[in-house]
């Protein structure tokens, strides 16, 4: 580079990494088109042609004949950008799953008579976190403690309906996860909570659904309507739900994936994960519209069972969003209630499939005798 200045240096080395960046994230994304559908790679192609062109007439306009370029060129660096722009979500929850995962509680506090551990919960999640899960509940039979557990009891009739009305989307909420579940390639909570039913058939005392029902959820919600006018307002302006409820980004997903090939799949359990990754990291901040009803009344509730109960050691598994509100409401009755230990548990993450080989004939070979 004999004359070149270092400032023309610098800009030639630039430019050469900012096009092997650009090379290399096109040839990373571009699998993403033709996964998802191939009529996205069509839009996409023909959305970089109206959008080169456009650029390439701008500059020409704007800059003269004699500055023009290669149109060709504006046109591969335009796709390759709108590809990169259609991947990157994709692979931003990827990262999101992996580098920044949801991460649950156990919390162990005690009041000095009482010890009470908290086991924050998420009703889809990798199948390892349940197993420890249920590792930890036989463990605190064994130590003597009396196991909580999440669930709202059904009431048939206005109970039932109220409850599918307004918080369950007008749907089975167990066939939904069951469903959620296989598309985001993790694990329900039920079916591993099935492992201690046997354990609840013998000692039926030690294990509690300890949760309101449906028609205690209803009656609190018209108690709110008639004397909290904060919550009459809000439930005004959120007015009545249609029937029936259109279908959201989860539902079209859980759609697409009943249909899709296999790489799609992929692709969904991706984006499955992704949002409900970002939906519980939400959880801890958004103010919606039922919590005075779905998180408010159900922790005073179970704490007005823990406090009544007379065994001293109990064991909590329920969603984490319950935890502040349950250790608020402890303290207010006693302010001696500490926390003893805190640790956190990785509750959901890519799903392993490892391939090994054996050397081992799978069907016995037989040999002839001499």
């Not at 701008?58 to 023009?68: D, I, P, T, V």
């Not at 359990?269 to 919590?291: P, Q």
């Not at 179970?302 to 909590?316: C, G, Q, S």
Request: negative net charge.
């Amino acid at each position: 580079m004999t004359g070149v200045s270092p400032a023309e240096r610098r800009r030639i080395s630039l430019t050469a990494i900012g096009e092997f960046l650009l090379v290399v994230l096109f040839v990373v994304s571009l699998p993403v088109l033709f996964i998802w559908t191939l009529w996205l790679f069509w839009a996409v192609l023909a959305t970089a042609l109206v959008l080169g062109l456009l650029v390439r007439g701008l500059a020409l306009l704007l800059m003269g004949s004699e500055r023009r370029g290669h149109t060709l060129a504006t046109l591969i660096l335009t796709f390759s950008l709108l590809t990169i722009a259609v991947a990157l979500p994709i692979y931003y929850l990827i990262y999101k799953v992996e580098a920044d995962p949801p991460l649950l509680p156990n919390v162990v506090l005690t009041n000095g008579e009482k010890t009470v551990v908290f086991q924050g919960m998420v009703h889809v999640g990798m199948e390892s976190f349940f197993k420890s899960v249920v590792y930890d509940l036989e463990s605190a039979l064994q130590s003597g403690y009396r196991l909580y557990y999440e669930g709202i009891r059904p009431s048939p009739g206005e109970g039932d309906d109220w409850y599918i009305a307004n918080q369950a989307g007008g749907r089975d909420l167990t066939e939904h996860f069951k469903t959620l579940s296989d598309a985001c390639g993790v694990t329900f909570q039920m079916d591993y909570f099935t492992l201690m039913e046997e354990s609840a058939r013998r000692n039926p005392g030690r294990h509690v659904v300890a949760d309101v029902t449906t028609l205690e959820m209803k009656q609190e919600y018209q108690r709110l309507i008639m004397n909290d006018p904060e919550f009459d307002e809000r439930m005004r302006r959120r007015g009545k739900l249609p029937e029936p409820r259109p279908p959201n980004l989860v539902d079209r997903l859980l759609d697409w994936h009943g249909r899709a090939n296999d790489s799609q799949r992929e692709l969904i359990g991706v984006l499955c994960r992704g949002f409900i990754s970002i939906a519980l990291d939400e959880d801890n901040i958004r103010d919606r519209d039922l919590d005075k009803v779905v998180l408010d009344f159900r922790n005073r509730k179970l704490v007005e069972r823990l406090l009544a109960d007379p065994a001293n050691k109990i064991y909590i598994t329920y969603g984490a969003a319950h935890l502040p509100g349950v250790v608020a409401l402890l303290r207010e009755q006693d302010p001696d209630w500490q926390i003893l230990s805190v640790k956190w548990v990785r509750g959901l993450a890519t799903p392993e499939n490892w391939e090994g080989s054996l050397d081992i004939p799978l069907i016995p070979v037989k040999t002839e005798l001499p």
